[in-house]
Structure formats: structure tokens, C-alpha cells
């Protein structure tokens, strides 16, 4: 997290926030949804980092959010220790139609823990809600995890844009709630 002076405004943030979850789960979509309001049928995972920057006004202070998006790493497991590189938040997705990816999200969190602090802000997110048909993890389930690692939790659609905002903003939030505490 960066902080710095800015000019008329003020202070000015950078929150690096990190998406992580197995392949195809919709993180890209997720983060094309919330950065361009954009949904990509054909998904084609480019290999390399890659991130996004999108203001939000948080209690006048303009925030940067650089979200990082894996790019096709995790599909080899092959996430590097510089995309968690000072991150100071975090979307563990799953994709609901899919019960090994919500079998993976615990070693997700290991992988997280090892790179960042436990003051990292996380939300737990059960992706492809709008596929109820063909559900195979509930609500209560994620839930019940989020509970249990003490994790935030939501389920989104980055097709149909429901909850997409609202998860990155909790996430965004909770950075801001905890810089604000260490500060004061
Ligand atoms: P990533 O590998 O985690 O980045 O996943 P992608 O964003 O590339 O998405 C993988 C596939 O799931 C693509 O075919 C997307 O079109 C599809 N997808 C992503 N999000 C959703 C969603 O919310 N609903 C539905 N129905 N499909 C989705
Ligand atoms: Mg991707």
C-alpha cells in the first residue's frame, strides 16, 4: 500500500489487491466487469501479470485500487511470490457450478498467508451465481467457510454484473477501515 501527498485533493492511495482462485472460476471476467463493465465470452488466458487501476472515492479520498489479475498463471499452479508482492487485499474465487474449485480455496488461503500478512483483506467469492441450475456448491457452504477462516463473503456474477461492484468494494473498504486503524 502505497500513501503519498497529492495535489489539490489531498492524500492520494494505492491499494494492491489480488485475485486468486483456480482457472476459469471468472476472475478476468470478474475484474473486466468491475473495471470496464465488460463481459468476455471467450476466454482466452494470456500468460503474465497483468492489472487494472480503478478509482474509488472512499469518504472524499481518492483511492486507487491496481487489481492483479493471475493471467493464466494459476492454471499451472504457478503463481509467483511477486503478484502477491505487496498486497494488501485479496478475491479468492470460486465458480459455484464447480465443487474442486471450492475444494481448492483452502490451499488458495495457504498460498496467500505465506505471502502476505494476516491483515490482508479478504473476501471469499462463489462466482456464477446466475448458473443456479447447475449449482453444485450453496450459499451455505460458502458461508460457512467464509465464517470459519473469517473471511467476507459473496456470491457474484460477472455475467449478469450481480455483486461485482459490491465485492470489490468491501474488499477496498476493509483496506481503507485498516490503514485508517493503523494511522489514528
Ligand atoms: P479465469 O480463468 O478465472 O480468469 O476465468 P475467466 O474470467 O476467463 O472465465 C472462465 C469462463 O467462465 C469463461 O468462459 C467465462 O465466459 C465464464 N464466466 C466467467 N464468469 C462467469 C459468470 O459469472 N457466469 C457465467 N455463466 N459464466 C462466467
Ligand atoms: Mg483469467
Given at each position: 500500500m502505497s500513501h503519498e501527498q497529492g495535489g489539490e485533493g489531498g492524500e492520494e492511495y494505492l491499494f494492491k489487491i489480488v485475485l486468486i482462485g483456480d482457472?476459469?472460476?471468472?476472475k478476468s471476467n470478474l475484474l473486466s466487469r468491475f473495471a470496464r463493465n465488460e463481459f468476455d465470452t471467450?476466454?482466452?488466458?494470456?500468460i503474465g501479470v497483468e492489472f487494472q487501476t480503478q478509482v474509488v472515492d472512499i469518504e472524499g479520498k481518492e483511492i486507487k485500487a491496481q487489481i492483479w489479475d493471475t493471467a493464466g498463471q494459476e492454471?499451472?499452479?504457478?503463481?509467483?511470490s511477486a503478484y502477491y508482492r505487496g498486497a494488501v487485499g485479496a478475491l479468492i474465487v470460486y465458480d459455484i457450478t464447480r465443487r474442486m474449485s471450492f475444494d481448492s480455496i483452502k490451499r488458495w488461503l495457504d498460498e496467500l498467508s505465506m505471502h502476505c500478512d494476516t491483515t490482508v483483506a479478504r473476501i471469499l467469492v462463489g462466482n456464477k451465481c446466475d448458473l443456479e441450475d447447475i449449482r453444485e456448491v450453496s450459499v451455505e457452504e460458502g458461508k460457512g467457510l467464509a465464517e470459519e477462516q473469517g473471511l467476507f463473503f459473496m456470491e457474484t456474477s460477472a455475467l449478469d454484473a450481480t455483486n461485482v461492484q459490491t465485492a470489490f468494494e468491501v474488499v477496498i473498504r476493509e483496506i481503507y477501515d485498516n490503514m485508517s486503524k493503523k494511522i489514528l
Open positions: 482457472s476459469a472460476v471468472g471467450n476466454s482466452k488466458a494470456t492454471r499451472f499452479r504457478a503463481v509467483t
